[in-house]
């Protein structure tokens, strides 16, 4: 059976009406800074996912808070490509960082497969948030963990564990951090590994694969999302959602991320704000509960 936590729709659709709202709004960002997106001309197939990522400029916000936050010698490059300018003579491959070009590869195709996805759960969920809304969320979320990768490569920054699972930490904190509803942006991520979730059981490439499986990410965006505010976003715990076993460990597996990548990017930070203290010293009840 293919689940997506049921409380996960409900409290989304509460985030998404502020959400959008920086996201349509934001200016084109100015070339050379932390970000610099390039679009390939769309072919007719492609119009729409081009359409999609003009309008909403959802690369270029995510760019901003990622400059708001970190100061970095030459920019990061994000090619969006297509038929008409393909990647590695791949004209819709999921999205990479190549080490070689320092570049992001998002392409139309891909930008599709996640609106049919999300399309598809909607209509069975009986979601009401439009597709293309959760799409350019998720796209966002897609773009940070991407970020995540290009930053551990091009700083060096040490990784223990495994990077894909630490890259989708970064990339819920960066969601969290652009503030205005940014929670939303994990959670329609957490919907789009839902969606691409078959329901089959897990054979040997998906337990030898670099990711944690599809549904052990819905439940870590969850409980870091839960985890980052509990009083909240209590309401993503229970029968429906994140199990409470789990949900009582969120706050501080929230804390620990944040704290980690603080001190790893520390050095690239544009505000160099105290180091968070360790978790035994923050005293009793400063994590906040429900
Ligand atoms: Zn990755």
């Known amino acids: 059976m293919r689940r997506l936590p049921a409380a996960v729709a409900a409290i989304a659709a509460v985030l998404c009406m502020a959400a959008l709202v920086p996201i349509a709004s934001a200016k084109p960002l100015p070339p050379g800074k932390v970000v610099a997106v ?35 010698g ?13 990647a590695d003579d791949d004209p819709a491959p999921g999205p990479y960082y190549d080490p070689a070009n320092r570049t992001i590869h998002l392409s139309y195709g891909f930008v599709d497969d996640v609106q049919a996805a999300l399309t598809r759960l909607v209509r069975r969920e009986r979601i009401r948030i439009r597709p293309a809304v959760l799409t350019t969320a998720a ?37 969290v951090s652009r503030g205005k509803g940014g929670e939303f942006v994990p959670l329609a991520a957490a919907m789009l590994f839902a969606a691409w979730d078959d329901g089959k059981a897990p054979g040997a490439a998906e337990y030898a694969d670099e990711h944690s499986l599809k549904q052990q990410r ?73």
């Open 38 to 72: 390039e679009y390939a001309p769309p072919t007719a197939e492609e119009a729409a996912a081009h359409d999609l990522l003009r309008r909403t400029r959802v690369l270029e916000r995510a760019g901003r808070t990622v400059g708001r936050e970190l100061a970095l």
């Open 139 to 175: 796209t966002e979320f897609i773009l940070y963990h991407e970020i995540g990768h290009a930053l551990v490569h091009r700083l060096d920054v040490p990784v223990t564990g495994r990077e894909e699972d630490a890259v989708d930490q970064l990339a819920a904190l960066m969601s």
């Open 74 to 86: 030459r920019p990061l490059k994000v090619r969006v490509v297509g038929a008409n300018a393909p």
């Open 218 to 290: 819905v439940y870590s965006f969850v409980c870091l999302v839960y985890g980052s505010n509990p009083r909240r976003f209590a309401d993503l715990v229970g029968e429906d959602g994140l199990p409470v076993q789990r949900a009582e460990r969120c706050p501080a597996e929230w804390y620990q991320s944040y704290r980690s990548w603080t001190r790893l990017l520390r050095p690239y930070a544009r505000v160099k704000a105290p180091i968070p203290p360790p978790i035994d010293r923050l005293g009793q009840g400063a994590l906040p509960r429900r």
